[in-house]
């Protein structure tokens, strides 16, 4: 269990900094006016943090960080189809919301899933891993278009890659309502107890 939480995360995280940081060096060709584009796309992480913050201790990581990939990936897949316009700027901000916010909760929901013994070496080489799609990222969204792939070609790449990383995080267990794990053996506890994906968490689950 833990082998595949760990192979999971290894895999989730440089999806998370390349659909994160892609979007942002993408930004510049969604229209003529680079500035507005990266000022609205600053600003659109701000609203994305909030709605993490409301919701991740009622719905829970694992849906959260799931859907954030997913749509994500969606929206980029969308905007490699569409030509430059209104359209096109939109779905990539509501891209960047979704990516922003799967960026705000992979950190925490990491430590969360590594028992005490490993938790800080699972972190560093979690974020170790993430610097490939950091690294990546502007080779893909800047070199890439330049190459007979065409110009929706980064979208593609980011896009499926995200949505690769949206369906692997739902091998992953929900760890709200849970404990931080010590041993091996808490992490199991963690995937025994968790609740289904679909529902919203009431509390602790009264003894009887």
Request: aromatic share 10%; glycine share 10%; with cysteine.
């Amino acid at each position: 269990s833990l082998l595949k939480i760990s192979i999971t995360l290894m895999i989730c995280w440089p999806v998370v900094t390349l659909g994160y940081y892609g979007i942002t060096f993408s930004l510049s060709s969604l229209n003529d006016d680079i500035f507005i584009s990266n000022i609205i796309g600053s600003l659109v992480e701000i609203p994305a943090y909030i709605v993490v913050g409301l919701f991740m201790d009622s719905w829970g990581r694992k849906p959260l960080f799931s859907l954030s990939l997913l749509v994500s990936g969606i929206m980029c897949i969308v905007c490699g189809f569409l030509e430059e316009g209104a359209v096109r700027t939109s779905l990539a901000m509501f891209g960047k919301f979704f990516a922003s916010s799967s960026f705000a909760l992979v950190y925490m929901y990491t430590a969360e899933l590594l028992p005490t013994t490993i938790r800080s070496s699972g972190v560093g080489i979690c974020s170790l891993m993430a610097r490939i799609g950091g690294i990546s990222a502007p080779q893909i969204a800047i070199s890439l278009p330049k190459t007979s792939a065409g110009k929706g070609s980064p979208f593609y790449v980011m896009g499926a890659c995200s949505v690769l990383g949206g369906l692997l995080a739902l091998l992953l267990p929900e760890t709200l309502g849970s404990s931080l794990p010590d041993t091996m053996e808490d992490v199991d506890n963690i995937k025994k107890n968790a609740k289904p994906i679909w529902k919203f968490y009431t509390g602790p689950k009264k003894s009887t």
